[in-house]
């Protein structure tokens, strides 16, 4: 049997992982239609939660192949993902989306 086999609980918290992945997803490809013609305004934080979340879950667990690392690591980029729909939500509620847009020049 295989060390990465995906079966019982890992495989709910990998299904768990991979909503929160492409709920951010859609949120980013709407926060980017919606400012279609700003996006020279918007703030890097709004790219920053994908930089970092795919470097945790995908590069890092590649560099020491272990299983429970990878799994750790997989674990900490779905937090990222998650503090970044936090992020999105709530500059996509704000009246005047300040925590997305930088001020106009």
């Known amino acids: 049997m295989s060390m ?16 929160i992945a492409a709920t951010y997803l859609v949120l980013l490809v709407v926060v980017f239609l919606r400012f279609r013609r700003d996006l020279s305004r918007l703030r890097r934080w709004v790219i920053w939660p994908t930089v970092l979340g795919v470097f945790i879950s995908v590069s890092v667990p590649g560099i020491f192949e272990d299983v429970m690392f990878t799994r750790i690591c997989f674990i900490a980029g779905s937090i990222i ?13 704000e009246k005047n989306h300040q925590t997305l847009l930088k001020a106009e020049s």
């Open 4 to 19: 990465h086999a995906m079966t019982g609980p890992w495989l709910m918290v990998k299904w768990i992982g991979l909503a």
């Open 81 to 93: 993902y998650v503090g970044g729909i936090a992020f999105l939500l709530r500059g996509l509620a």
